[in-house]
């Protein structure tokens, strides 16, 4: 337990003050003196607040993308497969998430590549595939995080009564009506915990835009650049803040529906 | 539910098409990687072995499978056992501040793995340095069991909230000792819980890229890592679909028989 107290929290506090810290523009070294320079930097540039909005909107993107097919299929589980049939779903729906990360973004990579698979099926319909970008990276985002919605929403139908759905088809609810007023709101809770996962997972991404996202960066790539390329631990820590500060936001709005007790 | 039969035909074609979309992916990199090619294309010209034959020779992709399961077998050990301890302290004792440790033990997945990866680069940098610890084996080992630890608490603290204390007690009241009931009674009772949880935390470890990236400096470098670097070296495109290719192979079993054996608390996610 003191290991996580220690390497963990510890790290976390030692990254926060690290933020404050800067780095001698000549030599590159760190130097520990408080300054809010980082932050200020953060702030005022409009390059980072452009890859930060554009962050925020691709990770909401993917998060609905996830929700509206997560839904169908997760009810499709829940109230009309056979428990025996239901069980092979789970497992076929988790199994690729298991799957190695890096397989899979590599696997899109050569989906989306000049002469890939997506240009392969479009050729016949002349359909010019736009290949790496900001809707690669959404896609694959969303590819990749879609169990993650999938299941938080499939346990929350499962918990649904079925007497429920046949009471509101007996009261003259025709299924889209019953769905809209009886399992929707019942799913909200459900689909609020897979967004986290989704949305903060897209958050803190720089590979898969690495892989497939060609020149528009995400902000978790501004903070990896900063510390790979140019060694400046202060400022990526700094910009860490960005995505976490975004997620703790997130999780506070969205406390109110009581999803955090599902998780 | 009285869905009309068409509804009930589209809202499975939907899920059909959806698992397709998971998995067409994978079996994209399975077809591809015994494409004769040397360049990526699509459809495939032909059926030839002769690129697992170059990868299995290829001397970066062993050393780098090697630090791999050398990381992963480190990282697991110790998640076994911190994970074990955790679960046994949140299970079986009432202490001050036993709801915080439930919630830091999941931090570490919930958090983006690029703010525990410079979290841990920065941590190592300002703590490590001065005692000549450089970065290496030992911090991807420190860096993956700090997120491995999660998997091991959730499966065993699932089998032990399931089991309850009653036979822990009756072996004591029997006139076993503390020993003898770990032993006998309870070490039998999360075997098989602990091999789940040891088996995904290796999965997951051996998966790992981005807290491998922060602490691994620049002496060692997992498989992950190898496979990252050379993604953007055209000559090494046929390679890599191999490497692929065994990942998504290698990762099928442990997974599946990890399923098997836990109470699926295997289900508890990450990245």
């Known amino acids: ?40 930097t953060l702030i005022t540039e409009s390059v980072y607040r452009t890859i930060a909005v554009r962050s925020i909107v691709v990770a909401s993107i993917v998060t609905i993308v996830d929700a509206v097919v997560a839904i169908p299929i997760a009810f499709f589980m829940a109230k009309i497969l056979s428990p025996r049939w239901r069980r092979i779903m789970v497992a076929l729906v988790l199994l690729p998430l298991w799957a190695s990360y890096l397989v899979k973004a590599y696997a899109w990579r050569t989906i989306f590549s000049e002469g890939g698979v997506l240009a392969w099926v479009a050729s016949p319909f002349n359909i010019h595939t736009p290949g790496y970008g900001l809707g690669a990276t959404t896609a694959v985002l969303a590819y990749l995080w879609l ?4 299941l938080p929403v499939f346990a929350g139908l499962e918990r649904l009564p079925d007497s429920l759905l046949d009471a509101s088809s007996d009261l003259g609810a025709n299924a889209w009506r019953t769905f809209r007023t009886i399992v929707l709101p019942i799913t909200y809770p459900a689909f609020i915990a897979g967004s986290i996962f989704t949305f903060s997972l897209s958050m803190g991404d720089y590979i898969i835009v690495k892989i497939v996202g060609g020149k528009s960066q995400l902000f978790a790539n501004v903070v990896y650049d900063n510390i790979g390329t140019a060694g400046n631990l202060p400022f990526a820590a700094a910009a860490a803040m960005v995505p976490v500060v975004t997620i703790i936001a997130y999780l506070l709005m969205v406390r109110r529906s009581g999803a955090l007790d599902n998780l | 539910m009285n869905l009309s039969k068409r509804a009930r035909r589209a809202l499975g074609a939907f899920s059909g098409l959806v698992l397709l979309i998971l998995y067409i992916p994978l ?26 034959s170059r990868a299995i020779a290829n001397e970066g992709v062993r050393t780098a499978f090697v630090t791999s399961v050398k990381a992963g077998l480190g990282a697991t050990s110790i998640a076994l056992l911190l994970g074990t301890m955790a679960a046994f302290a949140v299970a079986r004792y009432t202490f001050f501040g036993r709801e915080a440790i439930s919630l830091l033990v999941i931090l570490p997945i919930a958090l983006p793995g690029i703010v525990t990866g410079i979290a841990l680069n920065s941590a190592f940098t300002t703590f490590l340095k001065p005692f000549g610890i450089g970065f290496g084996l030992f911090t991807v080992i420190v860096g993956h069991a700090t997120f491995c630890i999660v998997v091991v608490y959730n499966n065993v603290l699932a089998r032990l909230r399931r089991v309850g204390a009653t036979l822990e007690e009756a072996s004591g009241d029997l006139g076993a000792n503390t020993f003898q009931t770990f032993r006998y009674v309870t070490f ?20 790992e890229i981005v807290v491998t990236t922060f602490t691994s400096g620049a002496s060692i470098k997992t498989l992950p890592q190898w496979i990252f670097d050379n993604l953007f070296r055209p000559n090494q495109a046929p390679v890599i679909n191999v490497v692929a290719a065994c990942l998504i192979v290698a990762f099928a079993l442990p997974v599946w028989l990890s399923q098997r054996l836990s109470d699926g608390a295997a289900a508890g996610g990450r990245i």
């Open chain 1, 1 to 40: 337990m003191l290991w996580l107290v220690v390497a963990y929290l510890g790290s976390l506090i030692v990254m926060f003050v690290a933020a404050f810290w800067s780095t001698n523009d000549f030599t590159g070294a760190l130097v520990r003196k408080f300054t809010t320079n980082n932050f200020h």
């Open chain 1, 147 to 150: 169990p993650y919605m999938i």
């Open chain 2, 27 to 52: 079996l994209v990199v399975l077809v591809n990687s015994f494409n004769p090619a040397k360049t990526f294309s699509w459809p495939p010209t032909g059926f030839s072995t002769k690129w697992w």
């Open chain 2, 188 to 207: 039998p009772t999360i075997r098989s819980s602990l091999v789940a949880g040891a088996l995904l935390a290796f999965a997951l470890s051996f998966d």
